[in-house]
């Protein structure tokens, strides 16, 4: 499973995770990320590739756009991200793929934010 890093940003103090990049998601070059906000704050940068996986932020992207606020903590965007990579790195494979683990305290939060963001 992916770790994340919490770490401050350059720009005005804003926190920062970014994620330990799959061996499959190893070429990032700065086209090919984006970057999620959540709303207390922290900024995600995955893979564009993953985040075609999530509607909303495939919409996003296909408008131009590099970057989205959304309305959910860290700790459940985190959790969402993860599943983006998950689901890349499972998609064609629906027999072998290993169970997808949530953290039982935040699953409700991370479901209602996976369904909003139609991921």
């Given at each position: 499973m992916s770790a994340a890093r919490?770490?401050?940003a350059s720009k005005g103090g804003r926190n920062s995770k970014q994620f330990h990049r799959p061996e499959h998601c190893l070429s990032f070059s700065p086209s090919e990320v984006f970057k999620v906000i959540s709303n207390d704050d922290f900024d995600f940068y995955i893979d564009k590739r993953c985040a075609l996986y999530c509607k909303k932020?495939?919409?996003a992207i296909a408008e131009g756009q590099s970057e989205i606020q959304v309305?959910?903590?860290s700790n459940v965007v985190e959790q969402v991200i993860q599943y983006l990579y998950y689901k890349q790195r499972y998609?064609?494979?629906s027999?072998?793929?290993?169970?997808?683990q949530?953290?039982?305290y935040s699953a409700?939060?991370?479901m209602t934010a996976s369904y909003q963001l139609g991921c």
């Open positions: 919490k770490s401050s932020f495939k919409e309305e959910f903590e998609d064609p494979e027999e072998n793929r290993p169970e997808f949530v953290d039982l409700l939060d991370v």
